[in-house]
């Protein structure tokens, strides 16, 4: 079962900044947190990962809360091609560990 | 960087065939190396993880089994396909950093 709950579903214009939220209140320790994005009829793209401390990548930001339990990415220019399924993932750090999807959230950009 | 073949990109089979999705790598050593399926509107799931040549690991039962002759090399098999089999089929691997995964463009099987 995936350990993260996400809205099903989520509209944001385009140009604006999109914040997609999970709540990941049973992560452990020793476990990232992983974002992925799939443009239907695609394989899963990754996108940007963190263990404690906000990360930032070209794609996207990641806010981890201090005590882990939620995070939220933040796409800062949303645009038409944004429009996707976000997966957020809790993993194990170790080598080759196992990623377990929920649902995720449908983000639509609309102009 | 890290490249991901996979193939057919689309299968239609009849019930009762055999099946054989190819998948390899490029640009990485010593992967761990997954199939994943993806129902019509559903999420990811995923079938079976392997660490190295010759180990595998079935997640969930079905009629589907996996073989990785090769360090790169990963292959989805089924001797009787099953209506139930239909999906979007998608190999991933670990990357050059070990803790993330990437996937392929995947193949769309449809049983008929």
């Known amino acids: 079962d995936a350990k993260t709950t996400q809205p099903p579903s989520m509209d944001c214009a385009e140009g604006r900044a999109a914040n997609l939220p999970c709540n990941h209140s049973?992560?452990?320790?020793?476990?990232?947190v992983y974002w992925y994005r799939q443009i239907h009829s695609q394989g899963p793209q990754y996108i940007i990962h963190g263990l404690k401390n906000n990360e930032t990548n070209e794609m996207a930001s990641l806010i981890i809360t201090e005590d882990r339990k939620s995070s939220t990415l933040i796409l800062p220019h949303a645009t038409l091609r944004d429009t996707a399924v976000y997966y957020c993932i809790v993993s194990p750090m170790e080598y080759g560990n196992k990623l377990v999807f929920g649902a995720g959230t449908i983000l639509r950009v609309k102009s | 960087s890290q490249t991901i073949h996979q193939w057919p990109a689309t299968l239609v089979q009849p019930v009762g065939s055999p099946l054989s999705l190819e998948c390899t790598v490029e640009?990485?050593?010593?992967?761990?190396l997954y199939w994943y399926r993806q129902a019509a509107g559903r999420g990811l799931q995923l079938l079976f993880y392997?660490?190295?040549?010759?180990?595998i690991s079935s997640e969930v039962p079905q009629n589907l089994s996996a073989s990785r002759p090769q360090d790169r090399q990963f292959i989805l098999s089924s001797k009787k396909l099953l209506l139930s089999d239909s999906g979007f089929y998608l190999c991933?691997?670990?990357?050059?950093?070990?803790?993330?995964?990437?996937f392929g463009e995947g193949s769309w099987l449809t049983v008929v």
């Open positions: 640009g990485t050593s010593n992967p761990n």
């Open positions: 392997s660490i190295g040549i010759d180990q």
């Open positions: 049973t992560i452990s320790g020793n476990e990232y």
């Open positions: 991933a691997s670990t990357g050059t950093s070990g803790n993330t995964i990437y």
